[in-house]
């Protein structure tokens, strides 16, 4: 299984990016697919995963910003991030379950 990313870049406090992430390879039709965070000095964190069923979580701080949602027959799963804050910047990396696959990480710069 590998998973593509892209979308990432540098946007201004209060833009917008949308990121995308492709799974290919033999995947299991029930499934969470997800994307988590790394900044700098910090650790791999949690932002929104949403289920093959369409159950979805956020983190807190995501919440009413980010939108995340997928498309089941291209196997992808994307992130709408609206007004974002310079503490958004991180590699974000997009995620498979079962049994745990993971994205090569795409950068988000976001200035003030």
């Known amino acids: 299984v590998q998973l593509q990313a892209s979308g990432g870049g540098l946007v201004q406090a209060g833009g917008s990016l949308r990121l995308s992430c492709a799974a290919s390879g033999r995947i299991s039709s029930i499934n969470v697919m997800g994307w988590y965070r790394q900044a700098p000095g910090k650790q791999r964190e949690l932002v929104a995963t949403?289920?093959?069923?369409?159950?979805?979580n956020y983190a807190d701080s995501v919440k009413g910003r980010f939108t995340i949602f997928r498309d089941n027959g291209k196997n992808t799963v994307y992130l709408q991030m609206n007004s974002l804050k310079p503490e958004d910047t991180a590699v974000y990396y997009c995620?498979?379950?079962?049994?745990?696959?993971w994205g090569q990480g795409t950068l988000v710069t976001v200035s003030s």
């Open positions: 949403i289920t093959s069923g369409g159950i979805i």
């Open positions: 995620s498979l379950l079962p049994p745990g696959y």
